[in-house]
């Protein structure tokens, strides 16, 4: 079993910066990739990102492509989603997950994720 704890996310204007972490607690997050999804109100849960087990691979949206980044510390368990330039079309709640163990491929599909985090609110004025 693994937990995920989320913190950060809040409101912020369009243009502006936001940080999220994932805490993971539990079995062998070292070995596990972590995704990003989001899920605005009315739509469907998206892939915004993942990055390999030990960070040395990285896929994302082509929606958040050269804004947000993906990075973890195994060392603290940590999962971190940097989103700079925010747009109000990036306003939803946001998801981390994990998967697996690596099996050399990113997944940007969410069946693939195995534990979710709580989910937490980004809200982007204009």
């Known amino acids: 079993q693994v937990q995920l704890v989320q913190s950060g996310g809040g409101l912020v204007q369009a243009g502006g910066s936001l940080r999220l972490s994932c805490v993971a607690s539990g079995r062998a997050f070292s070995s596990r990739d972590m995704g990003w999804f989001r899920q605005a109100p009315g739509k469907e849960r998206e892939f915004v990102g993942a990055?390999?087990?030990?960070?040395?691979?990285?896929s994302y949206a082509d929606s958040v492509k050269g804004r947000f980044t993906i990075s973890r510390d195994n060392a603290k368990n940590t999962g971190n989603l940097q989103m700079n330039s925010l747009k109000p079309e990036d306003t939803a709640v946001y998801y981390c997950a994990v998967r697996g163990p690596y099996d050399g491929n990113l997944y940007d599909v969410q069946h693939y994720y195995n534990y979710w985090g709580q989910g937490t609110q980004v809200t982007v004025s204009s």
């Open positions: 990055i390999s087990w030990n960070g040395g691979k990285t």
